[in-house]
């Protein structure tokens, strides 16, 4: 931000210990860095190692660049192309001072470095380095910890291949990897396997299944687990069987054997008694290794496949299962258990998970996803239990989780509505600037929606705004924009204004108002005739020296000085436009017919227009027309307006018709005239003022009537 309105950055050694606290922060938590966090990092070490040149390594030891190296490859679930460019620069540093103390250790540097290639789409350059380091076969014998790196790039670019979804160089890669001596081991065929089997690839799924592994026989808890999931998809029942009943004459670790109950449950449609039969069977076969026992690892299985097949009752059967062969449920059970029991709409249930869930450990936060979604389901319950949802926000405070942004946005809306302000603020201050863009956009837009719902009062809907400006600076114009017209069709001015200001006196040049927003602004103001905030924008504009007028904001500008009952001045800016290169519109036309209507004598000045256009064959649109009828009326020219009617069809085209003699009727300053024009109307026109006294007709406040036209919106 110092940069961007040009502020005197602070001073180095303070940025030194932002930097390592920050990654130290990260280590510690084990949280990933979002991309915004990225930039802020990367703009800083470059500013250190531009400015900070008189210390050795400008502040940061090569530590310091492995920790954030570390942290940089921990990957978040956004957008990740500052990661690869700072990873880009943290290897090179690394790489140059390992070079120059000739310190051993450059795979440790390659590894985040390529964690991060691989994630990022760029494995090919990743394979360049990897070719690089470890491109002979010799590189790759043994079982030295550089022959065991080797390898296991080798295998990271693979993944990375197969992550970008590019199958040929996966295919060159696993050829170029074999060549130089990586066996076709458990991770190579569970990359080959579920890279084929996730796109329903049957041959090719099928060949580097049963292709033969020289070490690692057994195929991954994944690779099996991919499996069943593809036969299901792809009805290759009996395939599968022929897989599963291979795995279980292999004598199947206990990974594998909870996935042949699922296997069982799932495709072949045992019942639960059927499962318990199997596992007796395993018990029976293994008598001797405790391993081979169910555990809660296998009930997890069970219940998650209850839950695929939104089965919740299936799902409480598994764990009565468990509970009968004294299974002690564990923190992934109660976690699965909330699921389940939230998508049900049990949330009291629910509440009993979580309340066994609290005594169990938790080791990396994998409750978190679960309790969010729970809280989400109470703030969308009828009547949302305040308390409940309270007791659960300090638990996770005392931990320090941080809220994920689905469930901030839904406590913010349910706080909104009981009017709790202070709670909102405060809630959005603990947690929004963690987020990355698109999350703090997920809470902005509910805050949005908020406003714009018209169930919510102006007041109510100026509240959200004023919280929502004040937390989310980065939002766009458009949206500043969608914001301030609302207000305007809300008939507050005021607050429409507001918003405008906030707009003009932005800290960014990019969310100040361009062109069509003070555009936008003098429509809504004409909308509702509101003088006080027209002076107020109109001087702004004349101080803004961004803004080049054209002929659509004089135009705006002709719209709101008339409805504000200055045609005056609203015609100075017809001026304006006749004088300028781009000249008059259509709109321009029917706008300052408009302005005539409303101005003493104003019959001249749209007389003068009307011949103008006349004399150059201008095209008479029916809009335009009925506008200079309009003025003519409003200027009681009660002949000239007649014979223009009365001419229209012969001249233009133009079929006297509702919204014709309407504007003509509600035009006329008093009610004689008024009587006059309806006698002439019914006589020559019958069916169309039929249709006009079908619309009903009000008492104006100087007493006399109006139709009730249906209102034309004119825009600039």
């Not at 990271?156 to 979804?165: I, L, P, Q, S, T």
């Not at 004459?249 to 296997?263: C, G």
């Not at 809306?413 to 959005?428: C, K, P, Q, S």
Request: net charge negative; charged share 30%; hydrophobic share 40%.
């Amino acid at each position: 931000m110092t940069t961007k309105v040009n502020a005197r950055p602070p001073p180095s050694q303070d940025l030194i210990k932002a930097f390592t606290a920050f990654f130290h922060y990260k280590i510690r938590m084990k949280e990933s860095m979002n991309n915004i966090q990225a930039q802020h990092a990367l703009r800083t070490f470059r500013h250190l190692k531009r400015e900070n040149v008189q210390e050795e390594g400008f502040g940061l030891s090569l530590d310091d660049i492995r920790r954030a190296a570390r942290v940089v490859a921990m990957m978040p679930n956004d957008v990740k192309t500052t990661h690869n460019e700072f990873a880009r620069e943290l290897y090179e540093e690394a790489t140059k001072r390992t070079r120059d103390t000739k310190e051993e250790g450059s795979h440790i540097d390659a590894k985040s470095y390529l964690l991060v290639l691989v994630q990022t789409g760029d494995s090919a350059e990743a394979r360049e380095l990897v070719k690089q380091l470890y491109g002979s076969t010799g590189d790759l014998a043994g079982q030295s910890p550089r022959a065991r790196s080797g390898r296991r790039f080798w295998i990271m670019v693979m993944e990375g291949f197969a992550r970008e979804n590019n199958e040929e160089e996966l295919l060159r890669t696993a050829e170029m990897a074999e060549k130089l001596g990586v066996l076709y081991g458990s991770l190579f065929h569970e990359i080959m396997t579920v890279f084929y089997a996730e796109k329903d690839n049957i041959e090719e799924t099928k060949k580097w299944y049963t292709k033969p592994r020289p070490i690692d026989p057994a195929a991954s808890a994944k690779t099996v687990a991919t499996i069943l999931r593809f036969c299901i998809r792809n009805n290759e029942g009996d395939w599968c069987k022929s897989v599963f009943r291979e795995l279980l004459e292999s004598n199947p670790t206990k990974e594998i054997w909870d996935i042949v109950f699922q296997w069982a449950a799932g495709v072949l449609g045992k019942g639960v008694e059927d499962v318990e039969r199997m596992i007796e069977v395993m018990i029976r076969h293994n008598p001797d290794d405790e391993t081979m026992r169910p555990d809660a690892s296998t009930i997890n299985g069970l219940v998650d496949l209850a839950m695929s097949l939104n089965d919740p009752y299936l799902a409480e059967r598994y764990l009565a299962l468990g509970t009968k062969f004294g299974i002690r449920p564990n923190a992934q059970t109660y976690i699965l258990q909330m699921n389940y029991r939230v998508s049900a709409g049990d949330l009291t249930g629910a509440q009993a998970a979580y309340t066994s869930l609290q005594a169990e450990e938790i080791l990396d936060n994998e409750d978190l996803p679960a309790i969010n979604k729970y809280i989400r389901a109470l703030c969308a319950a009828k009547s949302p239990n305040h308390y409940l949802i309270t007791t659960l926000i300090t638990d996770l405070d005392e931990r320090g989780a941080r809220l994920e942004a689905a469930t901030v946005s839904a406590l913010c809306m349910t706080n909104l509505a009981r009017g709790e302000l202070n709670d909102v603020v405060d809630l959005l201050q603990t947690h929004a600037f963690h987020y990355t863009l698109s999350e703090r956009a997920l809470i902005r837009d509910e805050f949005v929606a908020y406003c714009l719902d018209r169930k919510n009062t102006a007041s109510k809907a100026w509240e959200a705004y004023t919280i929502f400006r004040t937390i989310f600076e980065e939002t766009d114009i458009d949206i500043r924009t969608k914001m301030m017209n609302e207000f305007f069709q809300r008939r507050r001015s005021d607050m429409a204004c507001h918003v405008f200001g906030h707009m003009r006196q932005h800290i960014r040049p990019s969310a100040r108002p361009v062109l069509e927003t003070y555009i936008q602004c003098f429509e809504g103001i004409a909308s509702c005739s509101d003088r006080e905030s027209l002076d107020i924008v109109h001087n702004m504009l004349k101080m803004d020296s961004s803004i080049e007028p054209n002929t659509r904001l004089y135009n705006s500008l002709m719209l709101a000085y008339t409805a504000c009952d200055d045609s005056d001045k609203a015609l100075h800016f017809w001026d304006d436009i006749t004088l300028s290169k781009e000249g008059p519109t259509y709109n321009s036309l029917e706008i300052v017919f408009h302005a005539c209507r409303r101005k003493p004598f104003g019959e001249r000045r749209a007389r003068a227009v009307w011949d103008k256009m006349q004399r150059m064959e201008i095209e008479v649109t029916p809009r335009v027309f009925v506008a200079y009828l309009g003025a003519l009326a409003g200027n009681s020219q009660v002949k000239e307006a007649k014979d223009l009617v009365e001419n229209a069809e012969k001249q233009f085209g133009f079929t006297p018709n509702v919204k014709m003699l309407g504007t003509f009727y509600n035009a006329l300053p008093g009610q004689n005239q008024k009587d006059v024009v309806e006698k002439w109307a019914r006589e020559l026109y019958p069916t169309a003022w039929e249709e006009l006294e079908k619309l009903g007709q009000i008492t104006a406040k100087e007493g006399h009537r109006l139709f009730k036209m249906p209102q034309e919106e004119i825009k600039a």
